[in-house]
């Protein structure tokens, strides 16, 4: 099955059922998204499909077949971090980075669908992701300066 | 001084917002196994049968370890601190907690790995489990360890961590009141974003690289040299990229098995614990029971305190005898009780074994000092502030285990939590500070606690 | 035997998904998969066959001929702005990512574990007084979705529907807070020419129609991860009574 990571085509041969989350990081070798729960419910798993935030560790492969996918290294690099990055690097929304990646791509996508996103709805956007280091204070301030560079 | 109140970068931020950071789950090394670990189902049983052979012919494993393949099996982690060995990398005769590992196997990949610890034939015979520290005395309580229910290795084969100041005789009978509570805080998971993993790689060299999470790279190099019966040069450890610990990634044994499974099958081995191992087997900070009871006068001084400990260490030592004397150091917390009478037990249950998580030993105790400094303000009918900031620590006061506070930030700290929150401090209290005690503020009970402050 | 010994049906169109469902023997459904893809790449789960949904066009809310129509692939994240009580129940589905995923036909045939409440949409399907289409032993049929729950184990929802006409609607509910919400127990309410229908989350494995005038009837309530079963039969007339709030209060 051909699939689309960050723009780049690759040919896979897992399972249709195997987890994207297994088939990114062995298959393919992109190590960012995690194994945080493998039940879907930490959101370290998450990449986006098409653009929209999903949990890698829940989708079967053959629910991607043809979909763009995004993770966190199709935000920018280390020579030139990309907002959401560069507004979490600056505000200190990181400590071990475990959940980081997760917590990007969702911020990413949220402005994407809602430049000018308000405290509530950051907070419901980020509801499904549990970060153990930070409290979230940071993580929440990150995001807020990030949706105000876009607005 | 540069960096100091300097508003620096993280070291590791670009890589964490990038996806570059490497964690051990990252590590890619040609050749790798996957490790699965067969674990107790029961609480506390003896192991009648323990065979291998078809799990170790299902086509895809390399290897499996047990407690045979361990050169030394029992390695007692605070050995340097005085307290013995008394757990097993691997169950071997018996199992004392659920969720003990007894046996590793490493395969070409997890699902066979998994299989293959579903096809270890096991007999277990159910033996009856302690749960309930409050028990663990009693004359037909379950035996959870071969030390018997509670801890026998302090100083002078004590078996309770006790302090004893002054006279706590003479403050029972002087005090006004009597203030009692107990104070029974839950075992918290620490829930590390990232789980417990380890990768062991054999080189050709004969020398080991080890991939940890561990918080304590170091120490869990000593306890795999300890358990291989080898010097430490032949080990390397790569670490210090750990995806949170907060106390639970600094008893890890992951490192040691999955390095004899590494050796044994002679290809790097990697055991990643699920999410529900996590929650399930690892070590948490531990459950406590704390009883005090505070000799108390009607002006608001706190004469004395009775206090017993039961911590639950789970079935094993592992750190709980430290752990306890760190809290009877502290288990007056931020206040200065000059007549104390305190009994700490390590008492062993059937439970995973507890370690630290943030303050190990001391969150306990300083939780249950505040809820009863709390109480005690209300039975006297005195303001809680006021109450806090007469007996706070300061300069010169000593604490239960004797060493004289050169700078107890309590005073302060309190005055200012009285501030943000709007609490208006009559005029002596909202001028005190954390100097020496003198005037009203040392009464005569407190003279003699009084020490040198030498540093 | 793993994974990759698991053989995948992935029909295009319902016709092809009825036929390879069969009686439903020894064929795992995969539609969302945020409830058996654990499953399956953990092991616990090991079927010989499944069978993936995603592509057999069962997704898709249509209202036609007064009866409202949702496929069992539809994910429950279309349902937030649904007819009361459907919306708010959906709100309660995981969270944002998750319930994009989930889809209502995995959801209508979830059950609560002991420790894990699933299921949330059933109660306010059963209150709308919707009907479950589905395929397996005996070929196609149509029932009631709390008939269906009670014993239609182990056959292929294709769509769920109810009647398209004015209601009151209520919802109340009680969860504790996660990632995701996990409910311990929501009433959902709904009202249509006079007659009131009350169904419940969290007093059983799967959502039940309740007895309006006698809601504690005929109930087994049980201790579990998350609730005694003491605390439910306090909180059940309380919330009974909030969804009937609810419900006169709304439209």
Wanted: charged share 20%; net charge negative.
């Amino acid at each position: 099955m051909k699939l689309t990571v960050n723009g780049i085509d690759h040919e896979v041969e897992s399972h249709a059922l195997r987890p994207l989350l297994h088939v990114l990081r062995e298959e393919v070798g992109i190590t960012s998204p995690k194994a945080g729960c493998q039940q879907g419910g930490c959101g370290t798993c998450t990449v986006l499909v098409d653009g929209e935030p999903r949990r890698s560790c829940l989708l079967p492969l053959a629910a991607v077949d043809g979909a763009a996918i995004t993770t966190v290294e199709g935000l920018g690099t280390p020579e030139q971090l990309g907002p959401v990055q560069a507004a979490f690097h600056e505000h200190y929304g990181s400590q071990c980075g475990y959940c980081t990646p997760g917590f990007l791509l969702a911020t990413h996508a949220l402005i994407g669908r809602s430049p000018k996103a308000g405290r509530s709805e950051i907070e419901e956007a980020l509801a499904g992701h549990v970060c153990r280091c930070t409290g979230y204070v940071k993580i929440v301030e990150a995001v807020e300066a990030a949706v105000g560079g876009a607005s | 001084m540069k960096a100091v109140g300097a508003r620096l970068p993280r070291y590791d931020g670009v890589a964490h917002v990038t996806g570059r950071t490497q964690f051990v789950d990252d590590v890619r090394v040609p050749n790798m196994l996957w490790a699965k670990a067969l674990r107790s189902p029961l609480h506390h049983a003896g192991i009648a049968k323990l065979d291998t052979k078809k799990a170790a012919a299902i086509k895809g494993v390399h290897a499996i370890v047990t407690w045979q393949d361990v050169p030394r099996l029992v390695y007692g982690h605070l050995e340097a601190l005085g307290i013995p060995g008394d757990e097993p990398l691997l169950a071997k005769d018996e199992v004392r907690y659920k969720g003990q590992p007894i046996a590793l196997v490493a395969a070409e990949d997890e699902e066979t790995a998994q299989l293959a610890t579903e096809a270890i034939e096991i007999d277990l015979d159910e033996r009856p489990a302690l749960f309930d520290v409050r028990k663990a005395a009693d004359p037909d309580a379950p035996q959870a360890h071969h030390w018997g229910n509670w801890y026998p290795h302090f100083e002078a084969e004590m078996d309770v961590r006790q302090i004893r100041k002054g006279d706590i005789d003479r403050a029972f009978d002087e005090a006004d009141a009597i203030v009692a509570g107990v104070y029974r805080p839950a075992a918290i998971e620490q829930v590390p974003m990232e789980t417990q993993i380890a990768l062991a790689v054999p080189e050709p060299s004969g020398r080991l690289t080890i991939y940890s999470c561990t918080q304590a790279l170091y120490f869990s190099m000593g306890v795999v040299a300890a358990h291989l019966e080898w010097p430490l040069n032949k080990l390397k450890f790569v670490g210090g990229t750990v995806g949170g610990g907060f106390g639970g990634k600094v008893d890890t044994a992951a490192e040691t098995v999955s390095a004899l499974a590494a050796l044994k099958a002679g290809r790097p081995v990697k055991w990643r614990w699920t999410r529900e191992e996590e929650f399930l087997c690892s070590s948490t900070r531990a459950p406590w029971h704390m009883e005090i009871a505070d000799a108390v006068t009607k002006d608001g001084w706190i004469l004395g305190r009775k206090m017993l400990t039961l911590h639950d260490a789970g079935a094993y030592a592992r750190f709980s005898p430290y752990g306890v004397t760190k809290h009877s150091f502290h288990h007056t917390g931020a206040y200065t009780i000059p007549n104390l009478h305190f009994d700490g037990y390590v008492v062993f249950t059937n439970r995973v074994p507890t370690t630290a998580m943030r303050g190990f030993g001391v969150t306990s105790v300083s939780f249950a000092t505040e809820m009863h400094v709390s109480r005690v303000a209300e039975v006297l009918g005195v303001d809680p502030f006021e109450l806090r900031l007469k007996n706070a620590n300061r300069i010169g006061d000593t604490s239960p285990n004797g060493i004289a506070y050169t700078d107890p930030s309590t005073v302060p700290t309190i005055q200012s939590i009285a501030g943000a929150i709007g609490h208006e401090l009559p005029g002596g209290y909202g001028a005190m500070t954390r100097d020496a005690r003198e005037g009203d503020l040392l009464p005569e009970h407190l003279v003699a606690q009084v020490g040198e402050v030498t540093h | 035997m793993g994974l990759n010994d698991v053989s995948v049906l992935i029909p295009s169109s319902a016709a092809e998904a009825v036929e390879a469902f069969g009686d439903g023997k020894d064929v795992t459904v995969v539609a969302g998969g945020t409830i058996v893809v654990p499953e399956l790449a953990s092991g616990r789960l090991r079927p010989k066959s499944a069978l993936y949904l995603g592509r057999a066009g069962l997704s898709g809310i249509s209202r036609k001929d007064g009866t409202v129509t949702i496929g069992a692939a539809t994910p429950v994240s279309d349902l937030v702005d649904a007819d009361p009580p459907l919306a708010q129940a959906a709100t309660h589905v995981g969270d944002l990512e998750v319930r994009a995923q989930a889809t209502v036909g995995g959801n209508v045939c979830s059950a609560s574990t002991d420790d894990t409440p699933r299921g949330d949409l059933q109660a306010a399907l059963i209150a709308l007084g919707a009907s479950v289409r589905s395929a397996g032993k005996g070929g196609e049929r149509s029932e009631p979705l709390e008939t269906f729950l009670a014993e239609g184990a182990g056959r292929l929802v294709l769509d769920v529907s109810y009647d398209d006409a004015p209601r009151a609607a209520g919802y109340a509910a009680v969860w504790r807070p996660h990632t995701h919400h996990y409910t311990i127990l929501a009433v959902a309410a709904a009202k249509r020419d006079g007659e009131l229908r009350l169904a419940a989350t969290g007093v059983a494995p799967r959502a039940v129609l309740l007895d309006a005038d006698d809601p504690l009837a005929g109930l087994e309530l049980r201790d579990d991860a998350l609730a005694s079963a003491w605390y439910r039969t306090q909180l059940l007339p309380r919330l009974v009574e909030r969804a009937l709030t609810d419900l006169e209060g709304g439209s």
